[in-house]
Nanobody, 130 residues
Framework: QALLVESGGGLVQPGGSLRLSCAAS????????LAWFRQAPGKEREGVSC????????YYTDSVKGRFTISGDKAKNTVYLEMNSLKPEDTAVYYC???????????????????????WGQGTQVTVSS
């Protein structure tokens, strides 16, 4: 039973910080690409950041570069997204996703996290508001 569970979302003021966690069970993340997507009302799903657990290569979309940090802890089978200097436009449901196909080299080459992922978490709401 493959499962991804996100946690760590909530309501924060602009400029605040949150750390999202994505814990995997039923499989090991060592060979996977992990991505954080977000979807705000009325907007398309956006790949925010992704990491290849095989080689550690990462990608960030321009709007979060310098503010967000993605990391993986193989021992804990968990991926994190540390979000700093949060802005109202960061408000969205954040999903983690895992797939064997995507690679760090693809992330760098395409400047995307890819689109089709086999495994998805349930999502966690991040709201940035005064």
């Amino acid at each position: 039973q493959a499962l991804l569970v996100e946690s760590g979302g909530g309501l924060v003021q602009p400029g605040g910080s949150l750390r999202l966690s994505c814990a995997a069970s039923g499989f090991t993340l060592d060979l996977y690409a992990l991505a954080w997507f977000r979807q705000a009302p009325g907007k398309e799903r956006e790949g925010v950041s992704c990491i290849s657990m095989r080689d550690g290569l990462t990608y960030y979309t321009d709007s979060v570069k310098g503010r967000f940090t993605i990391s993986g802890d193989k021992a804990k089978n968990t991926v994190y997204l540390e979000m700093n200097s949060l802005k109202p436009e960061d408000t969205a449901v954040y999903y983690c996703a895992a797939d064997l196909y995507w690679s760090g080299s693809y992330f760098l080459r395409s400047q995307t996290c890819g689109n089709e992922y086999d495994y998805w978490g349930q999502g966690t709401q991040v709201t940035v508001s005064s």
